[in-house]
């Protein structure tokens, strides 16, 4: 039985169409504020993060977010970067206890930063570039929590931690993974020989060389054909009679 072009493609668009109503209501990890390391992020190290916002309402816009470091683990090197019609706000705390860093001992740090001012439309999102560090030597991970208030005053805050049972909580906190640094590479170093019976085959097949090419010589010189003297005779010039 012959089945129709028409029909072909009419199967080809309903499975296209399908699939795509699939991706379509399920909802997307990506609607959450997550932040990721831009560069690594090594404990006793520095790094400089994204928090990426996206806009997860259809009829209002994101007009602002704070984001509230972990007080458990203070940063006393924080530094924003300026986003394009954003004002940007670290608030400054004074630390129960002072932490010590190579450049001396800190009593205060940045415990929250607020960007306002601008705009997250429907279906866009916005990173903002944060530097941070020292990073803990003693977790492997950094909780933050973020704040994200809409053009429509409703507040959504991504302040949940995983309990342990694997589920993902409703309105999950961003956290930061802390991993070693990838070890540098050692120069690569050019291979020495060091073998005798390879020194000893080098040279004998040196040796073999050159003896190859004496004897190639003497051979040509003795195949060349030696210049033949004129007899006495054929030197006597003829006398006429």
């Given at each position: 039985?012959?089945?129709?072009?028409?029909?072909?493609?009419?199967?080809?668009?309903?499975?296209?169409?399908?699939?795509?109503?699939?991706?379509?209501?399920?909802?997307?990890?990506?609607?959450h504020?997550?932040?990721?390391?831009?560069?690594?992020?090594?404990?006793?190290?520095?790094?400089?993060?994204?928090?990426?916002?996206?806009?997860?309402?259809?009829?209002?816009?994101?007009?602002?977010?704070?984001?509230?470091?972990?007080?458990?683990?203070?940063?006393?090197?924080?530094?924003?970067?300026?986003?394009?019609?954003?004002?940007?706000?670290?608030?400054?705390?004074?630390?129960?206890?002072?932490?010590?860093?190579?450049?001396g001992?800190?009593?205060?740090?940045?415990?929250?930063?607020?960007?306002?001012?601008?705009?997250?439309?429907?279906?866009?999102?916005?990173?903002?570039?944060?530097?941070?560090?020292?990073?803990?030597?003693?977790?492997?991970?950094?909780?933050?929590?973020?704040?994200?208030?809409?053009?429509?005053?409703?507040?959504?805050?991504?302040?949940?931690?995983?309990?342990?049972?694997?589920?993902?909580?409703?309105?999950?906190?961003?956290?930061?993974?802390?991993?070693?640094?990838?070890?540098?590479a050692?120069?690569?170093?050019?291979?020495?020989?060091?073998?005798?019976?390879?020194?000893?085959?080098?040279?004998?097949?040196?040796?073999l060389?050159?003896?190859?090419?004496?004897?190639?010589?003497q051979?040509?010189?003795?195949?060349?054909?030696e210049?033949?003297?004129?007899?006495?005779?054929?030197?006597?010039?003829?006398?006429?009679?």
């Open positions: 039985m012959s089945v129709s072009r028409t029909s072909v493609r009419r199967a080809a668009v309903v499975t296209l169409l399908g699939a795509a109503g699939v991706f379509l209501v399920q909802p997307a990890a990506s609607a504020v997550t932040v990721t390391p831009t560069s690594p992020a090594a404990p006793g190290g520095y790094t400089r993060v994204a928090f990426n916002v996206p806009n997860e309402k259809p009829a209002a816009s994101t007009v602002k977010l704070e984001v509230v470091l972990p007080a458990g683990h203070p940063l006393a090197s924080v530094s924003v970067q300026p986003v394009p019609g954003w004002t940007v706000t670290p608030q400054k705390t004074k630390l129960p206890q002072p932490v010590q860093t190579d450049d001992t800190v009593t205060e740090a940045v415990t929250s930063i607020v960007w306002q001012g601008g705009q997250v439309q429907p279906g866009q999102f916005q990173q903002f570039l944060v530097g941070l560090g020292p990073l803990p030597k003693d977790t492997g991970k950094l909780v933050f929590k973020a704040l994200q208030t809409y053009s429509d005053g409703s507040v959504v805050r991504w302040i949940d931690e995983p309990d342990g049972s694997g589920a993902e909580p409703e309105h999950p906190a961003p956290t930061l993974t802390l991993a070693a640094a990838p070890a540098a050692a120069p690569e170093q050019a291979a020495v020989t060091t073998d005798p019976t390879a020194r000893v085959l080098g040279g004998g097949g040196l040796a060389a050159i003896a190859a090419c004496g004897w190639a010589w051979s040509r010189r003795r195949a060349r054909p210049p033949v003297e004129p007899s006495p005779v054929a030197r006597t010039p003829k006398v006429g009679v």
